[in-house]
Every structure is written in C-alpha cells, then in structure tokens.
C-alpha cells in the first residue's frame, strides 16, 4: 500500500526530467525511495528555514526587551512529536527501501533468464552473452528476465545503468550479480561508477534492449562462431586441467560429485552445514577445494589456479548442464 501512495511522489522527478526514464523492473522501487527521501528532505529543509526566519524576527533584540524572554524547561507533548513523525518517517524508508533491496537480490527471475558474463577491465567493458557472442555493448531482450554475473580483471569497476536505476560493482577475486527485467526496447548508456584510473570516465558503453527474443537471436547468430565461446572456452579448460576425470558430466558420481544439474543445487557437506550452487560457490570450490567439502566425498581435491576468464568459462559452461530441480 505505502509504494503506491509513494508513487505520485517519485514519479514527479522523472516527469520533470530531473531523471532518465524507468527501464527495468526495479526502477520504479528504487524511485519511490529516493522520491521519497528527496520530498522529506524538501519539505525540512523548507521548514527550518522558515522557522529560522520567523524566530529571528520574533526574538530579536527591540528597545525595552534586553533579557531572554522566560520558557518552558521542556515540553512533553511537543518532545513526543519531534521524536514520533521522524521514527514513522525513518520506519518508511526502512520499509520500501528493505522491499526493493529484496527484490533486487532475488528477483523472480523465472526459469531461463538471459544469464550475461560481464568483464570490467580497464578500461572498457565486455559481455558474454549466451548463444556465444561477446561484445563491447550488453545485449538483453525487453520483457526477458536477466543475470549478469560480473567480474573484474584488474581493479574494482562499477556496472552502472541509470535508466535501470541499477548499479553492481565488479570485484577481482570474486563474482556479483545483477538481476532484472528490462522494460523498454532501446539503447541506454552504460557508466562505470567506481573510480579505476586514469581512464575511468571513458569506460562507457551501451545497453541494447532488443524489443524481441528473435531479435536477439538474429543478433547473436550474426558474429557467433568468430571466436571461442565463453562456455566452450569453460568445456576445454575442464578437460584440459584433468577435472573430468573426477566430475562426471552425466550424473555418475565419481571420485568428486557430477558436474550435471550441479548449478543451483543445495549443495550438503560433510560438516552439516549447505549452501546453493552459484558462481561464487564454484569460485571457491575452484581455488580452495577444501573450504566446503561435499558429504559423501573425500577432501583429495587439489586447489587449481584458473584465469579470470578461464573461471567466468567454467560458470557459463557448468550453468549449460542444467539446473537440479
Ligand atoms: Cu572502471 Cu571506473
């Protein structure tokens, strides 16, 4: 109920121009906030200084009143106003901004989303996109769910859209996500919001909101086979560290469990404790085996050095296998 009676206040800002139209799905929770903070902000900013003025004028220094006038030590009703409306303003912006945060994290994405490997390195950006073709501009479909997993080569990027009201840093050493549906078909431009040297306000790029899945497709198929696929780089790189030999692709438990259906399985360890399949979850299986051992296995497994995009390769192949039910 509180998001809608927002909306009238948040949507004034992008009417007046004041910010980029709404081209995502979060967009619009994102604008009740900041609508919301921007006119609470307004209007005590308006009456501080409108009670400055009045109490200067008032209580001014005038021939015949040299002393303070006498007051009240305090004022019980007055104290639990100025305690009570912050508190109930405070309460709503934890409210909304808690629902949109939570939309954002896990968004109901459905059961294909359009998954995207993102790179920031300096000083550009470039997107895997699924069917093989990577780019220097990020391709979506309009109405389509996505998730875009984010790394960096380098330093701390920042992956920012404003027409999306979206932004996700991008970390060496570790994966992020972003997720969210594209509203609007069109072009819109895409920022790096950390600062990461000398080049940094260049790092520009351009989102593509294709208005149609056959549209993307077209796309995709037109520059596919020209260079090696995020996840056929990710197949090569499993067999060519050996890993196949232990992580079957059929479903066969071998020494190490199957690599099939494995993303987004809840994963049970030998300590009791479970955990999800995501990228991060890979990264660290990758680089420290022994962090989390799957119950039934045995901790043998050796940590394996892995590039960055040899890394990215191996999440975009294993998000190929299937997803366990
Ligand atoms: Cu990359 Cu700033």
Redesign the pocket.
Known sequence: MIPRLLEPLAAALPAAGFMPQRASSVAGNVDRVFGFIFWVSLAALVLILVLTVVFVLRYRVRSGRTAPEPSPSHHNRLELLWSAIPLALVMIIFGVSTAAWLDMIEPATGPDPLRVQVT?R??SWWFDHPGGRGAPELHLVAGRPAVLTLASTD?V??LYLPDFRLKQDAVPGRFTRMAFTPVLAGNFPVL??????TD?SR?LATAVVHPDQASFDAWARAGAGEALSLSDLGKKVLAAKGCLACHSLDGTPRVGPTFKGLWGREEKFADGTSAKVDENYLRESVVKPGAKVVAGFANLMPPVPLEEREMQGVVAYLQTLGTAP
């Open positions: 920031g300096r000083w330093v990027h920042s790096c919001a950390e600062y990461c040297g940094h790092m």
